[in-house]
């Protein structure tokens, strides 16, 4: 018998409601992924026991945030194992995104790694929601995996699962957190520092826009006074981006290698601009601006480059 991990839902109405349509959405996505190409844990079969239920699903080796940790010491990965979980991702997303779900709490928590660390699928579809589902939440998703729509209370859609993949994706290269906000409030202000100012057209869509802004569309940040520790708000003006993602990914790459005259440090380094091109736009602040999962794969050339040789194993070299 093949090993298998057993996921146990405790019966009350609540979670077997739940449940229920965590197990309907995880069979859409099998059912349309026959061959298993998708990047989407298999769910291999429910029963119920004592009126719990019983999920049962393939076995993989570890989450990702675990395997930062064992592996590389949350120092990062090596952009050509990025560049193929990259890619993997991209394929599970476009998957979901063609089958009208939304993951909804996408982080390298729930990206699992296969025995070989040849494959990553995306799990964990307890808070995934069909679009025509969809709830205005501005709590939705992990906070910093959180896009500026879902912060402001906007109708979202598929692209808030891309700017949570770009901020998981910085994550597994660098082995930090790219934007770790304290409070939504904070968030916002994170995110701001990285991209510059939330479009006005977004910001006017949020239910909850006024906690984050006034009238003249300058932000509200709820600060702490480093002396006396207490909450002050500070109308800023310049939200003008202080750093770009380009300079954070380059610095994880090192002074070593951008200054060198090797080949091979050259393409590396040419390789780390085109992904840090790629989650820019995957971050793009207007959602109807951002990069989809379909047109990522179909365009960038982090993921797209013709004859790019394919590390991991068979499954990489069976697309």
Not at 81 to 104: D, E, F, S
Not at 148 to 154: A, D, K, N, S, T
Not at 284 to 298: C, F, G, I, N
Request: charged share 30%; aromatic share 6%.
């Amino acid at each position: 018998h093949p090993l298998v991990a057993i996921k146990i839902i405790r019966s009350n109405d609540m979670m077997k409601k739940a449940a229920e349509k965590e197990i309907e959405i995880l069979q859409t996505l099998n059912n349309a992924d026959r061959g298993d190409r998708k990047h989407v844990i298999r769910l291999m079969e429910t029963f119920y026991y004592r009126k719990h239920i019983f999920l049962v699903f393939e076995c993989m080796s570890d989450d990702l945030r675990a395997a930062l940790k064992k592996h590389t010491k949350n120092r990062g990965m090596t952009l050509s194992v990025v560049r193929v979980y990259t890619k993997q991702l991209l394929v599970g997303l476009r998957h979901l995104h063609r089958c009208n779900i939304v993951h909804a709490d996408l982080k390298p928590d729930n990206i699992l790694i296969s025995e070989g660390n040849g494959v990553v699928k995306i799990c964990d579809l307890g808070t995934a929601v069909e679009l025509k589902d969809v709830t205005v939440s501005p709590y939705l998703m992990s906070r910093f995996y959180r896009p500026p729509e879902v912060i402001l209370g906007c109708e979202y859609g598929v692209q808030v699962d891309v700017w949570a993949l770009s901020c998981t994706l910085y994550e597994i290269f660098t082995g930090k957190t790219l934007l770790q906000g304290k409070t939504n409030n904070d968030q916002l202000k994170k995110i701001m520092d990285l991209k510059g100012k939330v479009p006005g057209k977004v910001i006017k869509k949020g239910a909850v826009w006024k906690q984050h802004f006034d009238e003249n569309l300058d932000f509200k940040y709820e600060d702490t006074d480093k002396v006396t520790g207490d909450k002050v708000l500070r109308v800023l003006t310049d939200n003008t981006a202080k750093r770009d993602i380009k300079e954070l990914v380059l610095e994880r790459v090192g002074p070593e290698k951008r200054q060198s005259q090797e080949r091979e440090d050259q393409r590396y380094v040419k390789g780390s601009v085109h992904f840090a091109d790629l989650l820019d736009k995957m971050l793009a602040l207007d959602p109807d601006k951002r990069l989809s999962a379909d047109d990522a794969l179909r365009t960038h050339h982090f993921v797209a480059e013709p004859g790019m040789p394919q590390p991991g194993g068979a499954a990489d070299r069976r697309r």
